[in-house]
């Protein structure tokens, strides 16, 4: 099974220009407590470089691009994140990454938690090991 879940939302578009709405329970499949926004990110710049405990997020790149790596301790896969109508569910103990920023990237992901940074691993050795203790 793939590691990258996609998720694909309906544009509401018309001759005005574009609009996507995304609910809770309908379009982003848990309840949602905190939106954030990575942007500017500077050229040739790398993110992310952890894995969550108990965190599930919707990563959608509004405007531009980013390339997102997801690791579950096994596969490793990558995705492109280009389109403001697709996003990825990221859920369960994954380590991702982010590379590849377009300068215009603006990143939006949506969390099932409030930030607490005792949810972060962030060696990849104790990633391995948590993953591997099942
Ligand atoms: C993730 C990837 C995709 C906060 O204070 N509140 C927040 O909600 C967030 C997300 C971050 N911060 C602080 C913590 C750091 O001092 O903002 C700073 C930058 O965060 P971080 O280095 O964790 O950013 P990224 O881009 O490496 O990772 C972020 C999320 O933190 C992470 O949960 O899955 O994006």
């Known amino acids: 099974m793939s590691l990258i879940k996609v998720l694909n939302f309906k544009p509401l578009g018309d001759e005005r220009g574009d609009l996507v709405a995304l609910e809770e329970l309908v379009d982003i499949p848990f309840v949602m407590k905190r939106v954030y926004y990575v942007f500017r990110t500077e050229r040739g ?3 992310g470089f952890h894995a969550h405990r108990n965190l599930k997020q919707v990563a959608v790149c ?4 980013c390339e997102f790596v997801l690791d579950d301790g096994e596969n490793r896969e990558t995705i492109t994140l ?4 697709k996003g990825i569910l990221i859920e369960g103990i994954v380590w991702r990454e982010m590379h590849n920023f377009s300068d215009d990237c603006v990143l939006m992901v949506i969390a099932s938690e409030h ?5 972060y691993i962030r060696s990849y050795d104790d990633f391995l090991e948590i993953v591997n203790a099942g």
Do not use: C, I, N, P
């Open 82 to 85: 280009d389109s403001s109508t």
């Open 115 to 119: 930030y607490d940074e005792a949810d």
């Open 62 to 65: 509004v405007t531009g691009s």
């Open 45 to 47: 710049v790398s993110r």
